[in-house]
């Protein structure tokens, strides 16, 4: 079993920042990748950031410039600093990995179970 737990959110102005944390336990061999989506009302959900295990990243374009992923290996654990913060950044956001639970093992992907973001104009 593997559980991504994620954390950070909150209610921000316009203009302000915050920091996702996805910390991700259990049976874990590697994190092949892991990234961030979002979801506002009544939109689909949308890639916002990822990290891929060779420490690649990418961004909607949305975001670019004003969001950052990283990651600390020692902690399972994957962050997206979010500044610069606007009011249609409101949505739900997910963590989400692609995880390897021994050498051999198939890659499998688990989800967080969302954290809100809320910015106010």
């Known amino acids: 079993q593997v559980q991504l737990v994620e954390s950070g959110g909150g209610l921000v102005q316009a203009g302000g920042s915050l920091t996702l944390s996805c910390a991700a336990s259990g049976t874990i061999f590697s994190i092949n990748a892991m990234d961030w989506h979002r979801q506002a009302p009544g939109k689909q959900r949308e890639l916002v950031a990822i990290m891929t295990s060779g420490g690649g990243t990418g961004y909607a374009d949305s975001v670019k410039g004003r969001f950052t992923v990283s990651r600390d290996n020692t902690k399972n654990t994957v962050y997206l600093q979010m500044n610069s913060l606007k009011p249609e950044d409101t949505a739900v956001y997910y963590c989400?990995?692609?995880?390897?639970?021994?050498?051999?093992?198939?890659?499998?992907?688990?989800w967080g179970q969302g954290t809100q973001v809320t910015v106010s104009s």
């Open positions: 989400h990995a692609k995880v390897q639970q021994s050498h051999y093992g198939y890659e499998y992907d688990y």
